[in-house]
């Protein structure tokens, strides 16, 4: 808009100034562009200079890296396809895969069923709502290594409040983080608990389906599952699609509190550095494909066939975001 | 909302209408009510869920040595002073240190370099907006693990590792998800005020802190938020640079190997666990209105 201002307002200078005028004006007109991109450059550089420094050269460098044997202190050393053939007979690989495909199906899917109905019940209920909103989101809130120290000391197997419950009721409660079949489970009661950020996305896309809808629906005699089926879903689906994309990008990166859950649980001592040293506790049972990749790298120092896993991770994850960008209409179009 | 056609059929029926019609009003307001207690009892149950974890922490932190890992959860006797104890016997103030230090800095640099991005990208016009924008969502959904290895042997190179520095200078060049999350505060504002602005005079720097900055408070408020916060609870980023280095340890990653490192008690970890909820708890109440937007903003556009 300011361009075609200043333009024309240097277009009826040249005019007035008559013939010899016309010499000057492509200058004047480049000088301004020229200034117009520098102002835009000065805006958006530090942003494009960071996306070269910390995604693309880190991103061709890993490319590069996995045909090489790279380590903290020597220069790397080409090796070919050896890296990409180890991929093959990983069988740890294999467990981390499958744990990590076992959290998108199970995990996800009940995070964004649960933000729905906690959004449903939240914008059902008139008084006290806002109250109600703020207590179901505040565990957002909470840092994952404290909800999961929080997670892990309430589901002590012996002494837990859980179990101990479970047991006034005479359920005997399973082992938890201790047990190779109940660790993945008790993770997403904790992804669960966590549920407020998701669930706040949904009440806004809740209140945003028209009422109408649902009054012309009811006076078709659709009762509440029909009237949810295809008034509410069909109305939701879009937030649906992003919050199942970005669900599976998170769990694609799920790290903290696997890591947290095993080295609590175990109860080794356990360091820093040394941390990595229960991971996947109980026998692997949380051994996710980023705590594989970090163990791989920075506690077996084999950085080459890390950027195997790296890249691999990088193919996957871009796929995914592309099921979200096909609809990146819907995304930058939201211009008002 | 079952009872409502009830009334409707009965109106039309004539002498009867009032008796049928106050019976069909007192089912349908005891229905509401039913409604209203099952609302509330499944609410309330909700709520307690959600809080019990927090609570058992906040119980526990104030318990005795003795007490700390039996099947209570009510302390006999409370001890305040688990949270000085706390201070005292472990290098918590240091880990407090640094991710205060790591959380602000972070977030300021941020937003020297993020909220003029938005502004391009929102508010200037320009041949590769698009495909800049769409890279910037790309990083933004990018797992940190892809870019690890190699930006770990350039901070190595630099002799960075071991501090929080290899997190904090990054923020130079901003964030790709506060552009991103500015950027979508910064598009709903009238393109009006700014091309006002540009007639009067103004140059592309004025009209953002003259015009953009007052309107974009809100949106910058979630923005610097969202990044105190992912600082605050980061653990990969402190794990894989100061792992060796505990001088250099945040809360999140001193609290993972608090009760074997320092052989302290559950009941202080708790407490120093406490500790680290509460800033976060407290910040969240004073700016919760910012802080929703910000979360709407970002889920629901898409």
């Known amino acids: 808009m300011s361009a075609v201002l200043t333009d024309t307002a240097g277009g009826a200078d040249r005019t007035a100034v008559g013939p010899l005028g016309g010499a000057t004006r492509p200058r004047r007109w480049s000088a301004a562009k020229l200034r117009r991109r520098l102002t835009v450059l000065a805006f958006i550089g530090p942003a494009l200079a960071g996306l070269g420094f910390f995604f693309v050269y880190p991103l061709l460098a890993a490319i590069y890296f996995s045909f090489n044997r790279v380590d903290l202190i020597n220069p790397p050393e080409w090796v070919g396809l050896a890296n990409w053939k180890f991929l093959f007979h990983d069988l740890n690989v294999r467990q981390a895969v499958s744990n990590t495909l076992w959290f998108i199906v199970v995990m996800v899917p009940a995070r964004i069923v649960g933000a729905i109905v906690t959004a449903m019940l939240l914008n059902r209920v008139r008084r006290g709502r806002s109250t109600y909103r703020t207590l179901f989101y505040l565990p957002a809130l909470a840092p994952p290594v404290v909800a999961t120290l929080a997670f892990v000391s309430l589901l002590k197997p012996g002494t837990g409040p859980v179990n101990t419950l479970l047991a006034k009721v005479g359920i005997e409660g399973p082992l938890w983080f201790s047990s190779p079949d109940w660790a993945k489970p008790a993770l997403v009661l904790l992804a669960l608990w966590g549920i407020g950020d998701l669930m706040i996305i949904f009440v806004a896309a809740l209140l945003d389906v028209p009422t109408e809808l649902y009054e012309a629906a009811s006076l078709d005699g659709a009762g509440p599952w029909q009237q949810f089926r295809n008034v509410t879903l069909p109305s939701i689906s879009p937030v649906v699609l992003f919050s199942a994309v970005t669900g599976v990008i998170a769990t694609l990166q799920y790290f903290t509190q696997a890591a947290v859950a095993a080295s609590v649980a175990s109860g080794d001592a356990v360091t820093g550095g040394g941390i990595s040293g229960t991971f996947g506790y109980p026998e692997g049972s949380t051994f996710t494909y980023p705590l594989w990749l970090y163990t791989v790298g920075f506690r077996n120092g084999l950085l080459g066939y890390s950027s195997v896993l790296a890249v691999v991770l990088f193919v996957v994850a871009i796929s995914v975001t592309l099921v979200l960008l096909r609809r990146f209409n819907a995304f930058a179009g939201s211009t008002r | ?302």
């Open chain 2, 1 to 302: 909302m079952t009872a409502a056609p009830m009334t409707t059929p009965s109106m039309a029926l004539g002498p009867t209408t009032a008796v049928a019609l106050r019976r069909a009003n007192g089912k349908r307001r005891r229905n509401n009510a039913l409604i209203f207690v099952a609302e509330h009892s499944v609410a309330i149950a909700l709520s307690i869920m959600f809080l019990a974890p927090i609570g058992f922490l906040l119980l526990t932190s104030f318990m005795s040595n003795d007490q700390q890992l039996t099947a209570d959860m009510w302390p006999r006797t409370w001890h305040p002073e688990n949270y000085a104890n706390v201070f005292e016997r472990t290098p918590l103030p240091s880990y407090l240190l640094n991710t205060v230090i790591y959380a602000v800095s972070a977030t300021g640099l941020m937003l020297l370099a993020s909220v003029p991005a938005a502004y391009a990208l929102s508010k200037l016009k320009w041949r590769g907006r698009t495909s800049v924008f769409i890279a910037i969502i790309c990083v933004m959904m990018l797992p940190p693990q892809v870019v690890t290895v190699p930006l770990y042997l350039m901070w190595a190179n630099f002799g960075l590792t071991g501090s929080l520095w290899p997190l904090i200078l990054p923020m130079l060049a901003g964030d790709a998800f506060s552009i991103f999350l500015l950027r979508q505060f910064l598009v709903t504002i009238p393109d009006e005020y700014l091309d006002a602005a540009r007639v009067d005079g103004c140059g592309e720097w004025r009209a953002l802190l003259k015009v953009v900055l007052p309107i974009a408070k809100p949106g910058i408020a979630a923005a610097a938020m969202f990044q105190f916060f992912y600082c605050w609870n980061d653990y990969y980023g402190p794990l894989l640079y100061t792992s060796e280095n505990e001088g250099a340890w945040t809360l999140s990653l001193g609290l993972a190997s608090f009760r074997s490192l320092h052989h302290v008690d559950w009941n202080l970890a708790t407490a120093a666990t406490m500790l680290t909820l509460i800033p976060v708890v407290i910040l969240f109440f004073f700016a919760q209105k910012a802080f929703v937007q910000g979360v709407t903003l970002t889920g629901v556009k898409g």
